[in-house]
């Protein structure tokens, strides 16, 4: 089994840095957002709606952009037929935010709703937002397995490990960090991860440079 030691020490420790921040999130935040008869479920799906503008900037950010857009992006930039034509989703994506921002936003926050189906159910009906459900679950299914494969494809290249083992760990970690903390924990380790991420792709600059 082939290791890269400095690679595998580095994604040792980013995995404990990434656990320790989601448990100090959750401890630090724990009665944020729930007041006298506060409702304790949707201070852990929303943050209690105080996030703040330098740790929700970031978890947004985070959120667009993780390593199944980067890896994504990056093969299809580099593929001859394809080439800078596949790298709109930055323009789609800012769009998007831009128009969520100034039409959605500001009502949705106002009349305490708590996913973007809310409105949709309070309209129209329960088995409206049912069925809408389904295809909102399916795209949250599918992008989180894009995000897996890429972490599982990262880590197949700095250690010689079986990808679905690296996939199974890395969502347990996730998933523990997210049940003990909810979105408070998701938040703070978006940030440190969009650093990592930051500061990763420079390093790798001159790596992808030199190697074909």
Not at 87 to 114: I, N, T
Not at 132 to 160: C, H, K, N, R, Y
């Amino acid at each position: 089994m082939t290791i890269h030691v400095e690679g595998l020490i580095a994604i040792v420790l980013f995995y404990v840095l990434i656990l320790f921040v989601g448990i100090w999130a959750a401890w630090k935040n724990k009665n944020s957002g729930v007041g006298e008869g506060g409702d304790r479920s949707e201070s852990i799906m929303v943050g209690g709606r105080d996030i703040g503008l330098f740790v929700g900037g970031f978890t947004m950010t985070a959120t667009w952009v993780g390593g199944g857009y980067i890896n994504g992006t990056a093969e299809y930039v580099y593929l001859p037929d394809y080439g800078l034509a596949w790298a709109q989703a930055p323009f789609g994506y800012a769009l998007s935010l831009v128009l969520g921002g100034l039409f959605f936003a500001k009502p949705m926050r106002s009349r305490g709703y708590v996913t973007m189906l809310d409105p949709f159910q309070q309209i129209y009906g329960e088995r409206m937002g049912g069925l809408l459900f389904i295809p909102a679950l399916m795209g949250e299914i599918f992008w989180s397995a894009a995000i897996l494969s890429a972490l599982g494809a990262t880590l197949s290249v700095i250690v010689d490990i079986n990808i679905n083992m690296s996939v199974v760990i890395s969502a347990l970690i996730a998933i523990f960090y997210t049940l003990v903390g909810g979105l408070y924990s998701v938040a703070y380790t978006d940030v440190v991860q969009l650093f990592c991420i930051f500061l990763g792709l420079w390093v790798s600059v001159p790596f992808a440079l030199s190697n074909p």
